[in-house]
T-cell receptor, first 116, second 110 residues
Framework: DAGVIQSPRHEVTEMGQEVTLRCKPI?????LFWYRQTMMRGLELLIYFNNNVPIDDSGMPEDRFSAKMPNASFSTLKIQPSEPRDSAVYFC??????????????FGPGTRLTVT | GENVEQHPSTLSVQEGDSAVIKCTYS??????FPWYKQELGKGPQLIID?????GEKKDQRIAVTLNKTAKHFSLHITETQPEDSAVYFC?????????FGTGTRLQVTL
């Protein structure tokens, strides 16, 4: 079975540019999560969706960040404009049940973003 | 919000020995506690989880214990092997959100 798919795997961009990260969750999963991982702050939840609907975006650091899930098989995380402090590894995860259920989350391989 | 503390930050054991990683959480409403293993350049991989109505769970060489009264849970790996070397994260879930610990880098030496 295909796991969570993320693209690109690596992204290098200049400050001020728009960055779009993509995620395809596991087929049939009902919730999707975006995380950010840095050495300083560890793994942080940015936003999560239940059945394509954003439920909690309180982890999104600022208005420069936005996320969408137009259908059950695709989600994007956009940063505009990007800044050097956005450099991190961004993970997408999906779960077979709603996020409010106590159920496992499966992580993708991540996108390593470097903003120069 | 939930706060998860994890210890130790690094752990070195000899092959065949046991490894124990401990976590505490702050929110008594947390009801789900997964453990993830992350290898270099990869995403976290779920290795075992426990729900709040269970005190202990075992899967081959891996076991997790939960003490709800004390709000702490632990990961036990027995008969460690070099391929167990990785960073391990604990997490606690309340109302849809997983809060992660800061990670333990486990090194299994020959």
């Amino acid at each position: 079975d295909a796991g969570v798919i993320q693209s690109p795997r690596h992204e290098v961009t200049e400050m001020g540019q728009e960055v779009t990260l993509r995620c395809k969750p596991i087929s049939g999963h009902n919730s999707l999560f975006w995380y950010r991982q840095t050495m300083m702050r560890g793994l942080e939840l940015l936003i999560y969706f239940n059945n394509n609907v954003p439920i909690d975006d309180s982890g999104m650091p600022e208005d420069r960040f936005s996320a969408k899930m137009p259908n059950a098989s695709f989600s994007t995380l956009k940063i505009q404009p990007s800044e050097p402090r956005d450099s991190a590894v961004y993970f997408c995860a999906s779960s077979p049940r709603l996020a409010t259920d106590s159920y496992e989350q499966y992580f993708g391989p991540g996108t390593r973003l470097t903003v120069t | 919000g939930e706060n998860v503390e994890q210890h130790p930050s690094t752990l070195s054991v000899q092959e065949g020995d046991s490894a124990v990683i401990k976590c505490t959480y702050s929110d008594s409403a947390s009801n789900y506690f997964p453990w993830y293993k992350q290898e270099l350049g990869k995403g976290p991989q779920l290795i075992i989880d426990i729900r709040s109505n269970v005190g202990e769970k075992k899967d081959q060489r891996i076991a997790v214990t939960l003490n709800k009264t004390a709000k702490h849970f632990s990961l036990h790996i027995t008969e460690t092997q070099p391929e167990d070397s990785a960073v391990y994260f604990c997490a606690a879930k309340v109302v849809g959100k997983l809060t992660f610990g800061t990670g333990t880098r486990l090194q299994v030496t020959l």
